[in-house]
């Protein structure tokens, strides 16, 4: 039998970072989707059926085929790098579940905030949710097909965001798109973590 040297075993024994993310953004943008599609393991949905009943409050103007809604939250997890492993928290999406946000808020690294441009009003409340708290944030445009294409730069005036904080146009059905938006995030956030360490210089 082979000896472990201490190295080796201290290689073995490496336990990834794990940081949690949030998924936030208005109702219907893609959140679920998002989690759905980079999530490496099945990821758990907490979704219900929108009903006749729900209609006048559930608006699926743009998302006309859309049947279920997230009603606390969504699951997943990613292992960006051997040792990076996120943990994804989708928001839901509906006003009436804010009083989730602050349970799924707590000891998360940052978030990403999806929008669609043709309901760009959507995720106001989210970004200010995060702003308020002084959470990074990214913004992700979900890019829906049919929908108009904005620069970077237009949605973040739009949005009247501070200069710093990315804006990334995505696909919510595309992994490799997902991973882009959530990498910006990761670096997002430690930039300014790192940033909030060191003492002014000026
Ligand atoms: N064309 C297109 N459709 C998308 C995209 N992302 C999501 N969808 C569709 O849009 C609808 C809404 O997606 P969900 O992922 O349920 O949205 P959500 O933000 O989780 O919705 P709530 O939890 O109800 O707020 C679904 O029918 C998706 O198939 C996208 O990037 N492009
Ligand atoms: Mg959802």
């Not at 024994?13 to 989690?35: M, R, S």
């Not at 043709?118 to 409340?125: K, N, S, T, V, W």
């Not at 990315?166 to 882009?180: G, M, Q």
């Amino acid at each position: 039998m082979a000896i472990l040297g201490r190295s080796q075993r201290r290689k073995a024994t490496v336990e990834p970072v794990t940081l949690k993310i949030l998924v936030a953004g208005g109702f219907g943008v893609g959140k679920t989707t998002l989690v759905g599609t980079v999530s490496e393991i099945k990821p758990l949905r907490t979704e219900e059926a929108l009903t006749e009943a729900g209609r006048p409050v559930d608006d699926t103007a743009g998302v006309e085929t859309k049947s279920t809604t997230t009603v606390a939250m969504d699951f997943g997890r990613i292992t960006l790098r051997e040792d990076l492993v996120l943990y994804l928290f989708g928001t839901p999406g509906q006003d009436r579940f804010w009083f989730l946000w602050d349970e799924l808020a707590q000891g998360s690294l940052g978030a990403v905030v999806l929008a669609d441009t043709r309901r760009l009003e959507d995720c106001f409340a989210a970004v200010d949710y995060f702003e308020r708290r002084g959470l990074p944030f990214a913004i992700g445009v979900n890019c829906f097909d049919g929908a108009a294409r904005y620069p970077e730069d237009m949605v973040r005036q739009a949005l009247d965001i501070d200069e710093h904080v990315p804006v990334v146009l995505c696909d919510a059905r595309d992994r490799e798109s997902v991973k882009n938006v959530l990498v910006t995030v990761v670096r997002h956030a430690m930039a300014r973590a790192t940033a909030a360490r060191e003492p002014a210089t000026s």
